[in-house]
Each structure stands twice: as C-alpha cells, then as structure tokens.
C-alpha cells in the first residue's frame, strides 16, 4: 500500500511538472525574462583552451557570464566568478552537491526534475523545466520562453543559450568551446580516439566519473547547426570566440575582437 503523503507528493510533483509556468519556479523564470535586454554575455566552456587570463578579463571587464558544470575547479586560480552557473548534469550535481551549493553565482540554474525525480537540491538554485523532446513548433529544438521550457540538445551550453536569449541577452560569445575530445561517436556512429587531445582545462577535471562519460560529437554538432538556424531568424547573434575551437557552427571573433565589440555597444 503507498503511503497517503508519498501519494501526495508524487500527485503535487506531477502536477507542478505539467503547470510549471503558474508554479514558484516558472513565475521566476518569467520575472527576470528581458532582464538584460540587448547586453553581450559569455558562454564559458570548459575546453582546454579556457584560460585563467581570459577569464580575469571579463571580470575586469564586467561582462556577464554563463559558465557550467564542475568551472569551480578553476576558481583557485582566478578572481572571476560566473555571474549565472548552469548544470544539466546529474551525476555531477549528485556526486558534487556542496561544491556546487558553494559557486558563488548571482543565479544558478538547474532542471526541476533533478529536485522531483532525483532528490538533488542545490542551495540557491532556481529551477526551470528540462523537455529532452522536440515539439512541433520547435522543430531545431530550442525554446525562447523558459517559463515553459529549456530543451535538451547534448550539451548544457544549448541550455545556456536558451537562458541566455531569454534573459534578453543579444550579443552571445563563447569562450572554451573547443569542441574536440579525445574520444568522440562521429555524426555516423563511429568511435574515434586521439589520445593526444586534452579534454579540459584542468587534468583530472571529470576522473570519478570518466567511465561514463561519453561525448557524442556527432549529435551536439548537429544540434550546434540546429541552434544557429533558429537565432538566424532572429535578431539575436552568436560568436565563438574560443582561442581553439572545432565548432564551425558560428562566426569567429577572436577574443579581442569580442571585448573591443562590447565595449563599443557600452
């Protein structure tokens, strides 16, 4: 027999899961959304082209920043903090609650199922709804309006964006997107290892996990391609400004270049 408030609770989760617009969370995401409308932010990715310099000067600079995952492991070495922290990652934010309960981000954003479904709870975070689905007026899977959804393509720096644009924000540059790994599954299935590649800025960056860690290269490539097809169609723009980078799915700037056109917006 289920207990009367497991049953209880498992009915408010479902409902809140279905109506996430007129819950708290999606209430939330609707107050900040065109927070920053207009301004130029940074996607920071977690390559091994990321540098503590780089990072300095966008700290020096003011400029908002995305970053995600396990980036505290470069915070001993540089006074930059994320203005927003992103992590789609469960196994990550299970394994490394209190390291992520402690970056010291303006707002952190993780996916309400991992609170319902997961029981992982992170200290000040604000939660939106993850749809890993296409819908049929979504068809490159990304959604502009987080008080209904954040679509899951392969990589959380698509969620990044996704929050980004809602945010307001115009003017998207990415930083440490290398998007090159030392094993890659190829857009045809097939498996590729080059142990000579570096996946991360920091050695040993993801070590307790590495056994199931897999990076589908094939699939985010096609979803990176699916992304800039949806922005082209609209007046928002995406640079990569990564040092080195195999992501052809966006104009390169180099990092210069993108700090000179930010500051010529200011």
Known sequence: MIHPLLSIEARTQNFILKHFRHTPYGRFMAKIRNSHLGESCFIIGNGPSLTVED????????????????????????????TYFVSTDAVMLRDKLEEAAAIPAKIKFIPLQNKYYLGIKVKGAKYFFRNDRREKDQPEGFSL???EQV??????????????????????????????????????????????????????YDQDVLSEVQHDLGTTTKAYYDVRRFIDKTDVNIYNASRKTKLEAFPKVTFEEALEQIAGRR
């Not at 980036?71 to 070495?77: M, S």
Request: charged residues 20%.
């Open 151 to 204: 679509n899951m393509r392969g990589t959380v720096t698509i969620a990044c964006m996704q929050l980004a644009m809602h945010l307001g924000y115009k003017h998207i540059y990415l930083l440490g997107i290398d998007h090159n790994f030392d094993k890659v599954i190829t857009e045809n299935g097939e498996v590729i290892i080059d142990p000579s590649v570096k996946n991360y800025f920091v050695e040993g």
């Open 55 to 82: 990072l300095n000067t966008l700290h020096d600079n003011d400029i908002d920043t995305f970053a995600v995952n396990r980036i505290y492991q470069i915070f001993p070495q540089t006074r930059w903090r994320p």
């Open 145 to 147: 309006d987080c008080t």
